[in-house]
C-alpha cells in the first residue's frame, strides 16, 4: 500500500545537509524549519520555496523573509530540554552549585568576539571554560553553574539561551532584540548586556548576592517549563499547519530550486557537491538568469573561459539586458576573473541602462569596477552575507561588503574602501570585530579626529576589550577637549555606553 504523509517537517541540521526530492509531487503540507538562518539565509531563500511553511527560530528575519520567499514564513524559537537538564534531572539550589561562572561554547581565531569575550571572563572571574563536552555533559555542567554569560556570533537568540536556562542558570545575554523580550522576561528571568562595562556590572551583582542569581534562575526554569519545552513547539507548529494551504512548485522549478540550493551552499564550502552531476542538472534546464548565474560563477571559479562565454554570450545582446543586481554583478565580475574586462564592462553598463541609465560611470579598473558593483549592491540591499567566509582570492563577490574586501585586498591604502566597510557593519550584530579593524585603520590616518577615536572606543567595549576601550575614550575625550567639542563627546558616550560614568570615576 503506498505510504501517504499527513505532513513533512524538515528541521535543518548543521551537522549533515539533507536535500529533499520529490516534494512538489506531495499533496500534504510540507514545513522547514530554518533553525540557524542567521548563518544560512542566502541558501535557505531557495531550499524554503520547496516547501509550503517556512519557520525560522529568528524573529527579526520574519519580514526580510516574507520578501523573498513564497513559503508562508513564521517565527518558532528553539526549545529548552527535558533530557539531562534540570527539567529531567531535578534543580539543584544555587547555593551547592559547584561553578561560580560557565560557558560552553568553541573558541577559534575566526571568532574575535567570542575569544575576546572569553579572555575577559577569566581574566575577572574563575570561569569554567569547555569547549568539548557532548550535550550530556554540557547539561550536567549547567545544572552545576550558578551563572551563565551568553555571547552571540550573528546576534542572534542561540541554543545557549534555553539550554542553560532550563537548568536553572542565571542566564546573561546580548541584547539581541529579535523577540527576546517575549521569550523571558528581561530583569526577572534573565538580564541582558549591550557591552562589556554592562556585563561586568550584571554578574558582580549576582557574584555578590547568590540569592539573586538563585532568583533568576528559577524565575527562569519556571518559564521554560511554561513555554518552551519541545512538547510547546509542537503544539506551536500543529496549530501553524492547520492555517497553511497546499502549494506545490512546477517540477522543473523545483528541480531548479534544489540545484540552486546545493549550489549556493557549495560555493560557500559548507557542502559537499558533486560539482559534474550539478553542472549537468543545470545545463539540462531552460535558460533562465537563476540558471545561468550559478552556471557562470561556477565556470569562472574554474577558469573555463569558452563554457563561460557560450552562457554568457546570449547576454551580450542589448535585448537580453537585466536590471537584477545579483545576475550582472556575478557576470561582470566573473567576467573580471577570467580576464575578460570587455564583457566584465558590459555587465556593468547593461544592469545601469536597465537600472540607473542617467547615473552610468565607466570602470577605470579591476578597483573601481569593484567599488562600483560595491555601491550598486549596497542600493540593492545586498549588504552582507552572514555565515559565509569570504576569500579575496578565490571567491567572487556575492554583495557589497565582499566587493570591497575585493577591492581592499587589491589596493590597501584606499582609505574610502575603508569608510564604506565602517559604514556596512555599523550597528551589524556580530560585524563588531570587522568594523574594529576599518575604525583602527582609519584612526591611524586621522589621528585627531576625534569622533573615529570614541568610534574605536565604544566598538572595543562591545567586543569586551575592556581596558582598550577605556584608554581610548580618555583618548577621544582629550581630542574632543582640544576643539572644544566635549559635549558632543560626552553625549555620545552617554547614549551609547550609559553605564560609563556611573562605573568609572572619571569626570
Known amino acids: 500500500m503506498k505510504f501517504e504523509p499527513d505532513l513533512i517537517l524538515q528541521q535543518e541540521s548543521l551537522g549533515r545537509r539533507l536535500f529533499l526530492t520529490g516534494l512538489h509531487a506531495l499533496d500534504c503540507v510540507k514545513v522547514f524549519w530554518s533553525v540557524d538562518t542567521h548563518m544560512n539565509m542566502f541558501w535557505h531563500i531557495f531550499y524554503a520555496d520547496l516547501f509550503d511553511c517556512l519557520l525560522t527560530t529568528q524573529k527579526k528575519y520574519v519580514p526580510e523573509l516574507r520578501k523573498v520567499c513564497k513559503a ?44 575576546w569575550f572569553v579572555e575577559f571572563l577569566k ?14 555533559q554540557m547539561m550536567e555542567l549547567y545544572r552545576n553553574t550558578r551563572i551563565a554569560p551568553n555571547e552571540a556570533l550573528f546576534g542572534e537568540v542561540n541554543f545557549r539561551l534555553f539550554e542553560a536556562a532550563s537548568c536553572g ?31 561586568k556590572e ?43 494551504p497546499v502549494r506545490n512548485a512546477p517540477e522543473e522549478r523545483a528541480e531548479l530550486l534544489l540545484c540552486m540550493s546545493e549550489f549556493l551552499l557549495g560555493e560557500s564550502g559548507g557542502y559537499n557537491v558533486d560539482w559534474d552531476h550539478l553542472l549537468k542538472s543545470l545545463l539540462a534546464f531552460d535558460r533562465s538568469e537563476l540558471r545561468d548565474v550559478a552556471l557562470l560563477r561556477t565556470f569562472a571559479r574554474s577558469r573555463l573561459s569558452d563554457l563561460f562565454m557560450g552562457v554568457a554570450r546570449p547576454y551580450l545582446d542589448k535585448s537580453l539586458s537585466s536590471a537584477d543586481c545579483y545576475f550582472n554583478m556575478s557576470a561582470s565580475l566573473s567576467a573580471m576573473k577570467l580576464g575578460l574586462w570587455e564583457v566584465a564592462k558590459h555587465f556593468w553598463y547593461s544592469f545601469n541602462a536597465s537600472s540607473r541609465p542617467e547615473a552610468v560611470v565607466k570602470p577605470e579598473d579591476e578597483v573601481h569596477l569593484l567599488k562600483l558593483w560595491g ?15 569570504f576569500n579575496e582570492v578565490k571567491d567572487i563577490p556575492s554583495c557589497a561588503s565582499d566587493c570591497y574586501f ?81 559635549r558632543f563627546f560626552k553625549r555620545k558616550v552617554e547614549l551609547e555606553i550609559p553605564l560609563f560614568y556611573k562605573l568609572v570615576n572619571w569626570s
Open 72 to 115: 508562508k514564513v513564521e517565527w518558532l524559537p528553539w526549545m529548552g530540554s527535558i533530557s539531562g537538564a534540570g527539567t529531567g534531572g531535578g534543580i539543584i539550589p544555587h547555593s551547592r552549585r559547584e561553578h561560580d561562572l560557565s560557558f560552553v561554547g568553541r573558541v577559534t581565531s575566526h571568532r574575535r568576539s567570542r575569544l
Open 123 to 136: 581574566s575577572q572571574y574563575n570561569l569554567n571554560f569547555q569547549d568539548n563536552l557532548n550535550y550530556r
Open 169 to 199: 542558570c542565571a542566564v546573561v545575554t546580548p541584547e539581541v532584540g529579535g523577540g527576546l523580550e517575549e521569550l523571558f522576561e528581561i530583569g526577572k528571568e534573565i538580564e541582558v548586556y549591550n557591552d562589556v562595562l554592562e556585563l
Open 202 to 244: 550584571i554578574i558582580d551583582r549576582f557574584e555578590k548576592d547568590p540569592s539573586r542569581s538563585g532568583s533568576f534562575g528559577m524565575a527562569a526554569y519556571a518559564r521554560v517549563l511554561k513555554d518552551h519545552l519541545p512538547e510547546s513547539r509542537a503544539a506551536a507548529i500543529y496549530e501553524i499547519v492547520k492555517n497553511t
Open 375 to 389: 555601491d550598486a549592491s549596497l542600493r540593492n540591499g545586498l549588504r552582507i552575507r552572514s555565515g559565509v567566509a
Open 406 to 486: 575585493a577591492a581592499l585586498y587589491r589596493d590597501s591604502s584606499d582609505k574610502e574602501i575603508y569608510r564604506r566597510l565602517d559604514s556596512i557593519f555599523n550597528g551589524v550584530k556580530g560585524g563588531e570585530p570587522s568594523r574594529l579593524g576599518f575604525l583602527s585603520h582609519l584612526s591611524l590616518h586621522y589621528p585627531e579626529d576625534w569622533r573615529i577615536s570614541a568610534e574605536v572606543a565604544v566598538t572595543s567595549l562591545k567586543v569586551f576589550r575592556m581596558q582598550e576601550g577605556l584608554k581610548e575614550l580618555e583618548n577621544a575625550n582629550a581630542l574632543a577637549a582640544k576643539t572644544g567639542q566635549t
